[in-house]
C-alpha cells in the first residue's frame, strides 16, 4: 500500500499540482555564510535580495539577480522560476520577515535563519526582550503617512508566545503602533517606508507635542558596516527628515525598562482584572473612590463590551472619576487618556492605576475643551459631562462613544448628539442603548438572603453609519 504527503512537500488532498520550485531563504545578519547558505548559493539560478546584501554574498555570476524594490513583482518572478531559487532578507526571515508571504504564493520554503533584527537590537544595548511587544508597520499604501488608518489589522493572538514575548503582527498602521508605544513601556517597531522613526515619534507627540515619556533607540542598518544604534527624544526623532532602510525602533519608558534595578516590562497581554476569577468588570471595591465616583460593575461590563479595547487602541475616559472604566480598559491592552476636572479625583486615578499595574495618560481639564488636542482616539467613554461634550466626542469620528447616566431626563438630549444632530458634520451614526437594572446578593441574619436593586444606569453608544 502506498504512502500519501500532504502539506508544504506534497500535493494538497484536492489534487493541486506540487510548486515546481523550493525557494531557500537565506537570513543575512553581517556576518560570513555559514555551510548551508553557502551550499544554497553555489546552486541558485535566481537570487533575489537587496542590492548591499546580494553584493556583500558569494552569489554565482551564473545566477540570475532580481534587486528587491518591491516584493510584489519579486514574487512573481520566483513562482515563474524553474529552478533552483535563493532569496536573501535581513535577520530572521521567518519572523516578521518574507516567509510568509512566500507561503501564501504557494511556494515551499526552507530557511537558513540569521539572528533576528529585533534580538540584535536589543543585544547591541544590553537589554532583554522576552517581555517585549513586537509590531511591524507596513507602510500606507495611499501615500498618506497612515495615521489616519484603522489600527484592527494588529493581529496579537491572544496569546503570550512560547518564550514569554507577545507579537503583534503584519499589517499594523502607524497609528496602531504608537498606541502600543503609549500602552507598553518597552515595544520593538519594525518600520516600513512612510512610517519611520519620524513619523512614529510625531504620532506619539501628538497635537499638543505632549507625548508619553518615552525614548527611541534607533538601530539602522545592522551587522553592516554602516551599523548604527542611536538613543533620541521623541523630539529629536520628529524633527530628523532621513532615515536609513531598515530601521528597528525600540520604544522604551526608561523609568520602567532601564533604571537600576528595573524589573522591565509589564506582563504583555495584561488580560483584564487580576483578581478572583480574573475577566473583566472587577467589583467596585477594587477601586479608591469617591460616593458615586465609580461605574457600578454590571454598567461597566457591558461599556467595556462595546468599547472593545484592545492591543493597539486608543479610548479616551471622559469624566473618568475614579478611571475604573480607563483602567480596565488598559488591562486589556488598549492605550488610555483619562480626562477629569477634579484635582482629587486625578490623584485618585493615579492611585488606581497604581494598584492594578497599568500606567495611562491623565488630563486634568474640563470637557469640551480639554479634548481638542488628544490623539485620535478609537473608542470613547463618556462618564459625565452635557451634549456639548457628546458632541466633541462624535465630531473626532471615532469608531463608537458610549455614555452612561443614571437620570432619564438626560437621555433625549444624549442620543440626538451622539447621532451626530446639532454638530458641524453632516454624518449621522446609528444609536442604541440599553437600561441596566441589577440587584446584588446581601446577606441577612439567620442564613437569609435578599437581592438589593442597584441605582438604574442608562447606557447609549454611537457607532459609525
Not at 1 to 6: I, L, P
Not at 39 to 47: F, H, K, N, P
Not at 380 to 394: C, I, K, Q, S, T
Amino acid at each position: 500500500m502506498g504512502t500519501h504527503q500532504n502539506g508544504p512537500s506534497g500535493a494538497s488532498p484536492s489534487g493541486a499540482a506540487k510548486p515546481r520550485v523550493t525557494v531557500t531563504v537565506i537570513g543575512f545578519d553581517g556576518s560570513p555564510p555559514g555551510p548551508a547558505a553557502r551550499r544554497a548559493l553555489e546552486q541558485a539560478t535566481l537570487v533575489v535580495g537587496n542590492i548591499r546584501h546580494l553584493d556583500a554574498l558569494p552569489v554565482p555570476e551564473s545566477a540570475r539577480r532580481i534587486y528587491m524594490g518591491g516584493l510584489g513583482p519579486a514574487l512573481t518572478r520566483l513562482a515563474l522560476h524553474d529552478g533552483s531559487a535563493v532569496v536573501v532578507a535581513s535577520g530572521d526571515p521567518g519572523y516578521f520577515g518574507v516567509v510568509r508571504a512566500l507561503r501564501e504564493q504557494g511556494l515551499r520554503v526552507r530557511t537558513v535563519p540569521a539572528v533576528s533584527s529585533i534580538a540584535t537590537a536589543f543585544g547591541r544595548i544590553g537589554l532583554a526582550w522576552e517581555d517585549a511587544l513586537v509590531v511591524a508597520v507596513d507602510p500606507p499604501a495611499d501615500g498618506t503617512d497612515g495615521t489616519s488608518r484603522e489600527p484592527s489589522k494588529v493581529r496579537t493572538g491572544g496569546r503570550a508566545a512560547k518564550d514569554g514575548g507577545f507579537t503583534a503582527g503584519h499589517g499594523a498602521s502607524l497609528r496602531a503602533a504608537a498606541n502600543l508605544c503609549r500602552a507598553y513601556p518597552k515595544v520593538a517597531v519594525l518600520t516600513g517606508e512612510g512610517a519611520g522613526p519620524r513619523e512614529l515619534a510625531a504620532e506619539l507627540l501628538g497635537p499638543d507635542k505632549s507625548g508619553p515619556a518615552r525614548t527611541l533607540v534607533v538601530a539602522q542598518r545592522l551587522g553592516e558596516p554602516e551599523e548604527s544604534v542611536e538613543w533620541l527624544s521623541l523630539d529629536e526623532a520628529a524633527e530628523r527628515h532621513i532615515w536609513g532602510d531598515p530601521c528597528v525602533v525600540l520604544c522604551l519608558d526608561e523609568a520602567q525598562v532601564l533604571a537600576p534595578g528595573a524589573a522591565g516590562g509589564l506582563p504583555v497581554p495584561l488580560a483584564g482584572w487580576s483578581g478572583p476569577g480574573g475577566g473583566w468588570a472587577a467589583p467596585d471595591n477594587a477601586f479608591v473612590y469617591r460616593s458615586g465616583r465609580v461605574l457600578a460593575a454590571e454598567a461597566r461590563a457591558l461599556v467595556l463590551a462595546r468599547l472593545a479595547p484592545r492591543p493597539g487602541t486608543l479610548v479616551w475616559d471622559v469624566g473618568a472619576g475614579s478611571g475604573s472604566v480607563g483602567i480596565e480598559c488598559a488591562r486589556l491592552g488598549a492605550a488610555v487618556v483619562a480626562v477629569e476636572r477634579d484635582p482629587d479625583s486625578c490623584e485618585r486615578i493615579d492611585l488606581n492605576a497604581t494598584m492594578h499595574q497599568v500606567r495611562l495618560r491623565v488630563v486634568r481639564g474640563q470637557a469640551p475643551e480639554a479634548l481638542l488636542d488628544l490623539p485620535q482616539p478609537d473608542a470613547v467613554f463618556l462618564g459625565g459631562g452635557g451634549a456639548d461634550v457628546v458632541r466633541a466626542a462624535v465630531g473626532r469620528d471615532p469608531r463608537i462613544v458610549v455614555a452612561a447616566m443614571t437620570a432619564i431626563d438626560r437621555v433625549a438630549e444624549i442620543k440626538g448628539a451622539l447621532r451626530g444632530e446639532g454638530g458641524s458634520g453632516g454624518s449621522r451614526r446609528r444609536v442604541d442603548g440599553a437600561l441596566i437594572q441589577s440587584s446584588r446578593l446581601v446577606s441577612l441574619p439567620g442564613d437569609a438572603h435578599r437581592f438589593a436593586a442597584q441605582d438604574p444606569v442608562f447606557v447609549l453608544w454611537s457607532e459609525r453609519s
